[in-house]
């Protein structure tokens, strides 16, 4: 039933997207009950999660993006 | 100490991101803010000659766009009157009260605080996106502020699952450890 770092990583790194299932999480909350490092980590990839969600983060789309270049390089 | 260079080949793809952030989050309207990023960039090539290299190159852009968002808000009010502020009592006549110090903000309320501590998390995060390699950064931009479907990501960059997931962690580690100083 113990899983290896890499495995708890990748479940964690899942579950910030919720694409972990209930037993992954099992394993993973198994794994982290023992582990400290990964625990760590754990904790700090959801606080990332909460991070990234509550930020105002906007991104141009790759459309106007090109748009832009096109812009610009006739500027030049 | 190092001297930068201008690459304004590059600054659409580097930084048109990070500067329409800063000029969304001040203007708030997406066209003008992507107006003026526009702007910036032609005006960051006309003067070019006058950069020192003393700053880096986006602390440079940021720095016309800060002029330009300016420029935006002295256009849109340049009649005189409206740059006036004006206070006048509350006309709504169910409020208790008309005293002035009823009106003003609540000192232990941070509220207030939020939306701006959010803009300088976007640009945070968005700062120490753009110092990852550029594969992660993309899938993990695609798969965390785009929300795209892992199957989607792998068919538009012809990965697999697993090579994927490898950046997204590799992505998230290297991010963590960027925002550790001032976030976590």
């Known amino acids: ?3 290896s770092c890499e495995k708890a990583a990748v479940i964690c790194n899942k579950a910030q997207y919720d694409e972990a299932s209930v037993l992954d999480k099992i394993k993973l909350k198994l794994h982290t009950f023992i582990c400290k490092t990964c625990a760590k980590h754990s904790k700090n990839n959801a606080k ?10 906007n991104f141009l789309t790759d459309e106007e993006k090109r748009k832009m270049n096109e812009n610009f390089n006739k500027a030049k | 100490m190092e001297t930068n260079n201008l690459n304004p080949d590059k600054w659409v793809n580097l930084y048109a991101d990070y500067l329409f952030n800063y000029a969304v989050t001040r203007v708030s309207d997406a066209e003008i803010a992507k107006d003026l ?4 960039f032609i005006a960051g090539l006309k ?12 602390t440079w852009l940021i720095a016309i766009l800060k002029r330009k968002v300016i420029d935006h ?6 009649k ?20 002035i110090e009823e009106r003003i903000a609540d000192p232990n309320s941070n509220f207030e605080n939020d939306s701006l501590e959010n803009e300088e998390l976007g640009l945070a995060i968005q ?30 960059l012809g990965i697999n699952a697993s090579n994927l997931w490898v950046m997204i962690h590799r992505a998230r580690t290297g991010l963590m450890g960027c925002l550790n100083q001032n976030w976590f």
């Open chain 2, 80 to 99: 005189k009157g409206k740059a006036e502020v004006r206070m006048t009592y509350s006309s709504q006549t169910d409020a208790e009260g008309d005293w």
């Open chain 2, 127 to 156: 700062n120490c996106i753009s110092k990852l390699p550029k594969k992660q950064a993309q899938v993990f931009t695609m798969k965390t502020i785009k929300g795209m479907e892992t199957e989607d990501i792998c068919n538009a």
């Open chain 2, 37 to 40: 990023v526009q702007d910036t």
């Open chain 2, 47 to 58: 003067s070019a000659k006058n950069f020192k290299g003393d700053a880096a190159e986006r």
């Open chain 2, 73 to 78: 808000y002295r256009k849109i009010n340049s």
């Open chain 1, 48 to 57: 990332l999660t909460s991070l990234c969600n509550k930020a105002s983060i």
């Open chain 1, 1 to 3: 039933m113990m899983i």
